[in-house]
């Protein structure tokens, strides 16, 4: 089939290149022409494992082109994909701008009945808004009016893994609300089901908006409940460690997002949970359960100060490390990241603060221009007072920990995302500290 990307960004460009490599003819479309060009020449804009190889394999073979011409990308397209971003507005809500003017510009375009599949997270009713201002759009200009079917087609991959989640789905949804656009989004999807056999939930438009938005809101829920635990865990002398695996070993509670630490970041979780609260509060039901998530995860960066203010007392003057610059391992993403938050939060407190990072460290230098960075651990580390893990880098796991010490002035570690062996730690010398492992505070 000829399918069209609008937004190559961290989902589009994965989207365009794995349906490429389902056997589709896909135009990957972006209104940002450095990152087109970089495309154009062989390169990717951000780091994700696996994808340079994709995007090559794709374009060689011509499955895959990119351009900024929205005409070209129309022309022969029957699905087209729209993966711009919706960044969260002061509110709350999201900021649904740039999928209005995604359908503006499709509506003034289009010459032919094609399926508009929104795969950016939106709030339920944005198809009915999007559909709306298509037409108005093309009564408004006088051009021909077609019939321009609009879906929804959330995404689930997680960034740092993003290709393999694409091509091993736990499940496809789509929401649909014409037999055209159903049956397109059968044909683009039968490869993956035929390869996977991945499940398929067929809907309307407004429920798999909302499947997205439950999914990411109720991962985050469990994220933030075990947060709680941990901080009970840390009161009591209990190991939350323990307790996460004994509560995954239920069928019915599985062991998956029960990690506790510094909290979640990212481009999603942050804002996702926030625009469900906001589109709940909007049709009339204050979902106080989502406000909470939100206030638990933003707590969990004072526990991390509160511990190295326990070792440290006043935290102005002391040089602190922060080992992790991208919100998690994988990705040199840094929006909503917990270490740039901890790390302003130090700041803010008088300290001098480092940060490591083994991808991400230009993108740290613009965010924090007057914050060292490194891309060594035991460089970051020299001289500091304490070291806070708040991204667990497979270069922060395997640390040598006995240079570590030697690196450090004081030999303190926070361990934000529970990640190192604490015997080990203890061993090489450390005064260690998780979060919700109370069983081990020293004092
Ligand atoms: N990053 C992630 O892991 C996931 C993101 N999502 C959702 O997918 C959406 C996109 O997220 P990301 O890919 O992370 O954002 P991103 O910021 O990496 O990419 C968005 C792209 O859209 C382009 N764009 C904006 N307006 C445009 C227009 N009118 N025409 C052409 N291109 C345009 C931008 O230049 C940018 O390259 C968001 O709604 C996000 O919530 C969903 C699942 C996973
Ligand atoms: O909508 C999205 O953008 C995506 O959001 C998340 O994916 P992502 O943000 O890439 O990363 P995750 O692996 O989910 O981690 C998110 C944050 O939660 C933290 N986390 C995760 C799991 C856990 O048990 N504890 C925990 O603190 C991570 O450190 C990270 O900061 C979801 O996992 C994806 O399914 C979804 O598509």
Redesign the pocket.
Known sequence: MDVAVIGVGH?GLVTAACLADLGHRVVGLDDDAAKIETLLTGGVPFHEPDLPQLVQEVTDSGALRFTTDLGEALADAEVVFVCVGTPPLPGGGPDLRFVERVGVEVASKVDHELVLVEKS?VPANTGRRLTHVIRREQQARGTQVTNVHVASNP???????AVH?TLNPDRIVYGTSSDFARDALRRVYAPLVERTGAPVVETDVNTAELI?HA??AF??T??SF??AVANVCDRVGADVEVVAQGMGMDARIGP??????????????PK?VDAFLHLSRQVGYDFRLLEEVGRINVGQREVVLDKLRDELWHLAGKTITVFGGA??PG?DDLRES?GLHLARALIDEGATVRVYDPVASDGVRRELPDVAVFTDPLEASTGAHAVVVA??WPEVVDLDLGKLVAALDYPILVDG?NCLDPEAARAAGLRYHAIGRGHLEQH
């Open positions: 989902v997270t995404e689930f991959l997680r960034e740092g893994a989640d997205k999914s990411n991962l985050a469990r994220i075990i947060n998956a997002f029960l990690s506790a630490g510094l909290g979640y970041g990212g481009s999603c979780f996702d919100f998690k990705t917990p991204t667990d995302r």
